[in-house]
């Protein structure tokens, strides 16, 4: 049986490269959208991925890539503020090239009025694609379980502590490669998802305390959580040379969790995703290494 062409973006990306590596396990052609050639992109190469090098912002480029592909993984990264030109060109692209389904990632927090510029172009660009008329349909995850290493292992190897500004709400935090699971399970069988936006979460509804705690017990030492003032932890950022655009949308976030809007568990990992998520302690234990203790005993 022949297999749709699927057009993986962002393919080096947290979701992307797991997202290309799903399909690829399944039987599906893949397409894999690059900036540049690294090791990443030669790996998914040797997985079967045909490799293409192409820009966002460069319709004729984004053409070129979307040429004879059927299905589609968009993903845009967020540190700048192009998102909505990006998507109005990808729109553009799969609209004229007759493109099936498209399936984007967006974030719990999109909506018309959110303090935060990147939410506010998620949103928009979940309806551009909508008018695009190609089938698209809208992953909304909360906070990546990545995030716990990319804000926190510095401070929790060095301190034994975790800087948030994220109050006492909860989240549940999603793994990168459940996210990819779930978009690989509409990339697989799009029809019953048009038009859907699925909130994406981890098992567990958690504080941040509740996050230090099995920190705490998975690496063998004590680790706390510190609330930090939201101005305090945006100029840190800054500080450390994040652009102000993602500085501007990481705190605005941080107020929506201090607000609830973060806090969600659902069954989309397991009913689209085909088993369930990996949960904070089996995702602390697989990142020891990053947290500084690889050689600390697993207490699960």
Same mark, same amino acid.
């Given at each position: 049986?022949?297999?749709?062409?699927?057009?993986?973006? @962002?393919?080096?990306?947290?979701?992307?490269?797991?997202?290309?590596?799903?399909?690829?396990?399944?039987?599906?052609?893949?397409?894999?959208?690059?900036?540049?050639?690294?090791?990443?992109?030669?790996?998914?190469?040797?997985?079967? /991925?045909? %490799?293409?090098?192409?820009?966002?912002?460069?319709?004729?480029?984004?053409? /070129?890539?979307?040429?004879?592909?059927?299905?589609?993984?968009?993903?845009?990264?967020?540190?700048?503020?192009?998102?909505? +030109?990006?998507?109005?060109?990808?729109?553009?692209?799969?609209?004229?090239?007759? &493109?099936?389904?498209?399936?984007? %990632?967006?974030?719990?927090?999109?909506?018309?009025? *959110?303090?935060?510029?990147?939410?506010?172009?998620?949103?928009?660009?979940?309806?551009?694609?909508?008018?695009?008329? &190609?089938?698209?349909?809208?992953?909304?995850?909360?906070?990546?379980?990545?995030?716990?290493?990319?804000?926190?292992?510095?401070?929790?190897?060095?301190? @034994?502590?975790?800087?948030?500004?994220?109050?006492?709400?909860?989240?549940?935090?999603?793994?990168?490669?459940?996210?990819?699971?779930?978009?690989?399970?509409?990339?697989?069988?799009?029809?019953?998802?048009?038009?859907?936006?699925?909130? &994406?979460?981890?098992?567990?509804?958690?504080?941040?305390?509740?996050? /230090?705690?099995?920190? *705490? +017990?998975?690496?063998?030492? *004590? %680790?706390?959580?510190?609330?930090?003032?939201?101005? *305090?932890? @945006?100029?840190?950022?800054?500080?450390?040379?994040?652009?102000?655009?993602?500085?501007?949308?990481?705190?605005?976030?941080?107020?929506?969790?201090?607000? @609830?809007?973060?806090?969600?568990?659902?069954?989309?990992?397991?009913?689209?995703?085909?088993?369930?998520?990996?949960?904070?302690?089996?995702?602390?234990?697989?990142?020891?290494?990053?947290?500084?203790? +690889?050689?600390?005993?697993?207490?699960?």
């Amino acid at each position: 049986m022949n297999r749709p062409l699927i057009l993986v973006t @962002g393919a080096t990306g947290k979701t992307g490269q797991n997202v290309a590596q799903e399909m690829l396990e399944r039987g599906f052609p893949v397409r894999a959208l690059a900036r540049a050639h690294d090791e990443r992109t030669k790996r998914l190469e040797e997985l079967g /991925a045909d %490799i293409v090098l192409g820009d966002f912002h460069d319709l004729r480029t984004m053409r /070129a890539a979307v040429n004879g592909t059927q299905r589609v993984y968009f993903c845009y990264p967020p540190q700048g503020d192009r998102l909505v +030109e990006a998507t109005t060109i990808l729109a553009t692209a799969t609209r004229d090239a007759g &493109v099936e389904n498209v399936v984007n %990632i967006s974030q719990i927090s999109a909506r018309p009025d *959110s303090k935060s510029p990147l939410a506010r172009h998620h949103w928009l660009s979940e309806n551009i694609l909508d008018w695009a008329g &190609v089938g698209a349909m809208h992953l909304r995850p909360t906070f990546f379980a990545e995030m716990l290493l990319i804000l926190g292992a510095a401070t929790v190897e060095r301190e @034994g502590k975790l800087y948030l500004p994220y109050g006492d709400e909860r989240h549940a935090p999603v793994a990168a490669a459940d996210i990819a699971r779930v978009a690989a399970g509409v990339l697989a069988s799009p029809a019953s998802h048009v038009g859907e936006r699925y909130v &994406v979460t981890g098992p567990h509804n958690m504080t941040l305390s509740e996050v /230090a705690k099995v920190l *705490s +017990e998975e690496l063998g030492r *004590s %680790i706390e959580y510190v609330d930090l003032p939201n101005e *305090s932890w @945006g100029q840190a950022l800054l500080g450390l040379g994040h652009p102000e655009f993602l500085v501007t949308h990481l705190q605005a976030v941080a107020d929506d969790h201090k607000r @609830g809007v973060f806090s969600a568990v659902t069954d989309v990992v397991e009913r689209i995703g085909g088993r369930a998520p990996q949960s904070p302690r089996a995702f602390i234990q697989a990142n020891r290494k990053g947290f500084g203790a +690889e050689a600390v005993q697993s207490h699960a």
